[in-house]
């Protein structure tokens, strides 16, 4: 073992590590580089150039709390009365996206002859949006509350339907496996009510200031049951935070703005050690020349088809002028936690050739710090006719 290896293996190897991701990350924000990329940058920096970090326990258990807690997070921020109230641009929002992952995994069976499972899930990964790390990111876009809003309301619908469709990618090996799936999901779903239940008549009103304890653990219990059946934390995580939120009346600090925050803080703290070890994953395999030019290639080409595919039906359904459609648009560009996850699954899971889980990497760091570089300023407001705007719904 190297000197390099044993310092970081030890107790100031680790402080240093978290200097960096929680000081020098943040110095580079300034310059509109997201800590998060800063992050991942130098957990493959430290794998790729020096062999660290590889298979650390540590690293990895926090790690899992990040990836837990994003997803938590962006399940407590799903309102189901505002997604009601704006049901119908949703639904179009969502016919839309299921029409592009539809063209998107065509092009990869046609053109590129890969089998339909792969392909759905190369789709999903160029063109979900990350939910969690999008709103965790809204305040430094300079957006207006109701422009805010919308991005909001549209990354959690997608992502509802991008983890609906990671589901049935993952599990359709069989009608058997699907089903038998599907029954133990929905069987974890419905255990979540009465659990909940039972923690606010049995257990919160003699153990004050447990729900934080509770909801976490419960996000990282169930995060675990989700992985066991092959749909690895994020799809718990988010159900937990769902759940939470469907109680905000008969326990009304597990879904409060106070906890909102307190998840947020912790997801802060935490997700920079999921982007480091998902950097520490990295091999120098990864990226040559062909995986950076094919990775430049799927920015250039599906990004402006992602933004398109947004300001036209704005324009469409709302009247929308172009320069506030857009700036809804670009805030749904990020896919950094999603691409990171479905890129590893199907590496693992699917043998993925190195030159493309490189040029999905690529493309994803690009799609990641592309808004912040373009969103400076706010813009006028723009109300929508005859809807309500954002900031006046219950």
């Not at 990329?37 to 790729?48: D, E, K, N, P």
């Not at 921020?77 to 641009?89: K, Q, S």
Request: charged share 15%.
């Amino acid at each position: 073992m190297s000197a390099l290896h044993e310092f970081f293996e030890s107790e100031l190897g680790y402080v240093v590590v978290l200097f960096l991701l929680f000081v020098f990350s943040r110095m580079l924000q300034r310059w509109r580089v997201p800590s998060a990329i800063t992050c991942f940058a130098l957990g493959a920096i430290g794998a790729m150039g020096f062999g660290l970090f590889d298979g650390d326990k540590t690293l990895h258990l926090l790690s899992t709390f990040g990836i837990v807690a994003l997803f938590l997070f962006a399940g407590l921020e799903v309102d189901l009365h505002v997604l009601r109230r704006r049901a119908a641009i949703l639904t179009q929002h969502l016919t839309v996206r299921i029409g592009m992952l539809a063209i998107a995994a065509y092009v990869g069976v046609r053109v590129y002859a890969l089998d339909p499972r792969p392909a759905l899930l190369i789709a999903l990964a160029l063109l979900t949006p990350s939910t969690g790390f999008i709103l965790d990111s809204l305040p430094t876009f300079g957006l207006t509350t109701d422009e805010g809003e919308w991005v909001k309301n549209k990354a959690i619908a997608t992502e509802l339907l991008a983890l609906g469709v990671l589901f049935v990618a993952l599990q359709s090996t069989s009608a058997a496996r699907l089903g038998l799936a599907s029954l133990a999901l929905i069987a974890l779903i419905a255990m979540l009510p009465p659990v909940f239940r039972f923690f606010a008549v049995f257990v919160a009103p003699w153990a004050p200031k447990s729900e934080f304890a509770f909801l976490l653990m419960m996000a990282i219990v169930v995060s675990y049951a989700t992985r066991q059946l092959g749909v690895y934390y994020l799809v718990g995580a988010f159900l937990v935070g769902v759940a939470a939120r469907r109680f905000r009346e008969s326990l009304p600090s597990i879904a409060s703005e106070r906890m909102l925050h307190a998840v947020e803080v912790f997801a802060s703290f935490f997700a920079p050690f999921y982007f480091f070890v998902a950097g520490s994953e990295m091999r120098r395999d990864d990226f040559t020349v062909l995986s950076v030019v094919i990775g430049i290639a799927l920015t250039a080409t599906v990004i402006p088809f992602r933004l398109a595919a947004v300001m036209v039906h704005r324009r469409v359904a709302l009247g929308e002028p172009t320069a506030h459609s857009v700036r809804v648009a670009l805030p749904m560009v990020p896919t950094l936690v999603f691409t990171l996850v479905i890129a590893g699954i199907l590496r693992d899971r699917f043998a993925l050739a190195p030159e493309i889980f490189g040029a999905l990497i690529v493309y994803t760091i690009l799609n990641t710090v592309l808004p912040g570089l373009i969103l400076r300023t706010p813009a006028p407001v723009f109300d929508a006719p005859d809807l309500p705007p954002a900031a006046s719904l219950p």
